[in-house]
């Protein structure tokens, strides 16, 4: 480690404002003008983790996904394109608040490289992309300035959607291995996507052209690209493309605004009985929707991907008679299981636990949690009710359809569509795209329309609310993100609303992207709801440290 050539290129994103930076659920997220430090900080953390990799290539991603454009962000991504390890996550923390000073910062590099017990000496590769925010690529240029003080090499892919790097890196680090996930670039993931998806709905009529919503984000120009390699294969109308004109990026419109105000994007067109869905800014997330000819509004939001995509998928096995081997030398069926969060809909929960007869466990919010609890099962459907998740196939899983062969011409063609899931879904992280085609090939291999997916289960009425607060640092969520331990007294009033409604589930907990805290609620009816909604809501507000607009009730 060259201390005198860290010093001198820290001088430069030296951090002087005295603004606490935190790791938090997809990473550092804040105002844009505050991040220069930070980046510098990540680049050396990935320097050290690629080191601890033995030289793997180590992702960054610089996005703030959903948040509004003058945000920005950093994300690290592990060698088979996961999320970054937990325990890393608080020597991430601590780098970047050491950007005071270069004492301060040679130290906790030294910690981190006792702590880890990191061999200097090895080799660093770190690759890097960013979404369409204004402020991404001075960004990148103050993280390639951390990696090259501590002596990494990197390459800078220019402007991805998050998937698309988190798939470039498990494609580097798997090459020539058994696993190999592909080429490393943007042609190959369209190629990837494109194909498998073109294979599964081969021979079924097409549906109805479905909208897209790009919330003028990345997302838009992937999809115009992935949309030359489907060719006739998918119908779609792209809105919400414009990445050049400033201030539209997630304004009004992509699946987080949609899933919270539960309607259409600004800048689309909707039609009762017209098919839409939209992506979010940096498109790793999606929500569908349509309006009934009565013109309600029908959201098909995580949960229902997450039922469809299991439902379809044990179809298949059931009728591939799909066998895992275990380590026992069995062979049993094959096991789904499903992750939610907090944030589903208890109808989802009860459907899938009732009706799918599939085990769901529960996890905090943040995929990083998501991803992990999913590798249990041969089958993990993951999503978050915000639409941000996939579905991973166990190595025994995929090993079992490559190895069938299937007894009769149905259970073959089954066989064959569940390998081309195996290429067709993002095994490193929750993609838009990838899910996109997903819930269409579904679709169209069961001719099946959105009101009758929709009609699967019938979600109850949820609202959830954002209450602005001097500091959400003080409201700390347990029991996967159901409960709060403090502020001292608060979940007893929680508790004590919730009572009152029949069907009645409400949970408080501070966002990890933005700095609010967010108030969900679910109960029988549309009223009963948002009263409980809004009555949390002003508690938190009046007693426990509410700022600026009191919210509305
Ligand atoms: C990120 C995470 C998601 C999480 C969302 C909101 O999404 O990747 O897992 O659900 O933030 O998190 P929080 O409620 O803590 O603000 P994205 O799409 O913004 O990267």
Redesign the pocket.
Known sequence: MDSSKISAALSAHLHTNGTVFQY???GF?MDATLLDPVMFSVGLLAVLRSKSHKGKTIGVMV?????PEKDN?V?LVEPLGE?LVQSWESYATKLANATTSADAILAVLDSIVKAESIDLSQPAHIVVARDTRPSGQALVASLIDGVQALGGHIKDYGLFT?PQLHYVVRCINTAGTASAYGEPTEEAYYEKLANAFKKITDGYPRLSPLLIDGANGIGAPAMEKLGKYLGDSFSYQLVNKDIDSRGKLNFDSG??FVKIKQTKPLGMDLAPGQRACSL???A??IVFYFIEQDNTFRLLDGDKIATLAADFIMDLASSAEILVQRDDGSRTPLQVGLVQ?A?ANGSSTAYVKDTLKVPVVFTP??????HHAAEAFDVGVYF?A?G?GTVLFSPAAIHAFKSSTGSTPAAAKSIEALRCLTDLINQAV?DALSDMLLVEAVLTYQQKSFSKWNSDYTDLPSRQEKVKVANRGDFVPIKADTELSHPLGLQGKINEEVAKFSKGRCFV??????D?V?VYAEAATRDETDRLCYTVCGIVFDGYGGVGARPAT
């Open positions: 938090g659920t997809a997220r996005t703030a996904s959903h948040n962000g994300k999320m998050t699946a987080d979010d800014g940096d790793d997330r969060t944030y919010t943040g995929v990083k949690h998501l978050e915000n941000h929750g907990r501070p966002s990890g992207t933005e609010i967010r």
